[in-house]
T-cell receptor, first 113, second 114 residues
Framework: NAGVTQTPKFQVLKTGQSMTLQCAQD?????MYWYRQDPGMGLRLIYY???????DKGEVPNGYNVSRLNKREFSLRLESAAPSQTSVYFC????????????FGSGTRLTVV | GESVGLHLPTLSVQEGDNSIINCAYS??????FIWYKQESGKGPQFIID?????DKRQGQRVTVLLNKTVKHLSLQIAATQPGDSAVYFC?????????????FGTGTRLTIIP
């Protein structure tokens, strides 16, 4: 009963490097989301996917791309990392019936130096 | 744009007392609201939710109240325990042609004093 699994848990990147954050859910949810959380702030939506095959921009999409690989997996890619992207990234999933709200992963702490 | 905000960024409560965390939202089209608890180093954890056709919902030691007239949401925690110390977020969901987005407030840090 894993819920939402994110990898890696920690990552340090140099400015300009690229990386992909992985997220997988085993709850058969339709919707998946990527958020970032900065110190003292709430979670801000980067991208979301309402269903397999669709993706939409959230509040802060610049500098990111996403792929909804299948119903289970939703990845977030940083093509050219910048220090402003230092943050904690959370993946979440949910279903249209809204049972138990949205389930979050444990987060990826990313530092860009 | 639409936003969800909290009145108090920090709250300290004596163990055993009740606590109330407040949240204001501005999107009148929101139809679903959730409270999350986030402990240090962890992801947000679902506490309780409420749909817009309700004004109160109770869980184990928690109650959520929704006042749509003034766009206000509150979380009441009864008989607080040390394990209740965390940051609490309210969030609102607005359906948009099948695409649903969840918008979070900035959070309130609740500290339980032993």
């Amino acid at each position: 009963n894993a819920g939402v699994t994110q990898t890696p848990k920690f990552q340090v990147l140099k400015t300009g490097q690229s990386m992909t954050l992985q997220c997988a859910q085993d709850m058969n949810h339709n919707s998946m989301y990527w958020y970032r959380q900065d110190p003292g702030m709430g979670l801000r939506l980067i991208y979301y996917s309402a269903s397999e095959g669709t993706t939409d921009k959230g509040e802060v999409p610049n500098g990111y791309n996403v792929s909804r690989l299948n119903k289970r997996e939703f990845s977030l890619r940083l093509e050219s990392a910048a220090p402003s992207q230092t943050s904690v990234y959370f993946c979440a999933s949910g279903d249209r019936d809204r049972v138990y709200g949205y389930t979050f992963g444990s987060g990826t702490r990313l530092t860009v130096v | 744009g639409e936003s969800v905000g909290l009145h108090l960024p920090t709250l300290s409560v004596q163990e055993g007392d009740n606590s109330i965390i407040n949240c204001a939202y501005s999107n009148s089209a929101s139809d679903y609201f959730i409270w999350y608890k986030q402990e240090s180093g962890k992801g947000p954890q679902f506490i309780i939710d409420i749909r817009s056709n309700m004004d109160k919902r109770q869980g184990q030691r928690v109650t959520v109240l929704l006042n749509k007239t003034v766009k206000h949401l509150s979380l009441q925690i009864a008989a607080t325990q040390p394990g209740d110390s965390a940051v609490y977020f309210c969030a609102e969901a607005t359906s948009n042609f099948g695409n649903e987005k969840l918008t979070f407030g900035t959070g309130t840090r609740l500290t339980i004093i032993p």
